[in-house]
């Protein structure tokens, strides 16, 4: 069997001083240290719970962020044009829904097939489209996906539940801060006839990273 990791790295770290702080795990970003800064005045005045602020970090995370992502997918799967230009141009179709701004600059779309499956990971840090899928999630940024997804992206894939043919060809990419990868993943069939809305409400964030699939729900 053929090697299953096509490298994409491209990565030229230290050299683009604007998007240093993305890869240097002893320094954190002003908006970091910021939003550091405000959770510990919040909890500290006792305004918000801890817990509370965790809670609000998850939804961000799972839920209002990748909506962004959902809504691109959906639009792709019921719009040929914008599909077309999606897989052209991820950064202008992406921004002409609204959805821009830091993390999100350079973004390409790389498609799932019945033959290809796409996974994203970020070897060096934690890069990650922001605009599109919202908060990093934290086994995204551990030690151990980072490494195992460039190894043994099958494994790492059961471990999300998803097991692959044998004859599928996973290709993984890696994020820099130059560019950041979005999976469009493969509409499930008995889909046809549903609206983008309803399409949207099954694209999970997993499957726009590449360790999860879009599935039907079973009614």
């Known amino acids: 069997m053929q090697n299953n990791h096509s ?49 609000l970090i998850e939804t961000y995370e799972t839920k209002v962020g990748p909506r962004n992502g959902a809504r691109v997918v959906a639009k792709a799967w019921t719009d040929p044009e914008f599909r077309a230009w999606l897989l052209e141009d991820g950064t ?4 002409s829904l609204g959805y821009t701004g830091r993390q999100g600059e350079h973004i390409m779309v790389v498609e799932n ?19 599109v899928l919202g908060l990093p999630p934290v086994w995204y940024k551990s030690s151990p ?57 099954i694209v999970t964030r997993n499957s726009m990273i590449g360790t999860g699939v879009v599935v039907k729900p079973a009614q």
């Open 7 to 55: 490298s994409h790295h491209g990565h030229d770290h230290g050299h683009d001083h604007d998007h240093d702080h993305d890869h240097d795990h002893e320094t954190l970003s002003e908006t970091e240290l910021r939003v550091r800064a405000i959770e510990s005045l919040l909890v500290e005045k006792g305004y918000v719970q801890p817990e509370a602020l965790d809670e």
């Open 92 to 95: 202008a179709a992406i921004a």
């Open 113 to 131: 097939t019945p033959q290809v499956h796409n996974m994203v990971v970020c070897t060096l840090c934690s890069c990650y489209p922001w605009p």
């Open 145 to 201: 996906y980072r490494a195992r997804a460039v190894i043994d992206p099958r494994g790492v894939l059961k471990e999300f539940d998803v097991t692959l043919p044998e004859d599928v060809e996973i290709t993984v990419w890696d994020s820099t801060a130059e560019m950041r990868y979005l999976v469009l993943p493969m509409r499930p069939e008995g889909t046809e006839d549903w609206s983008e809305e309803a399409l949207a409400d």
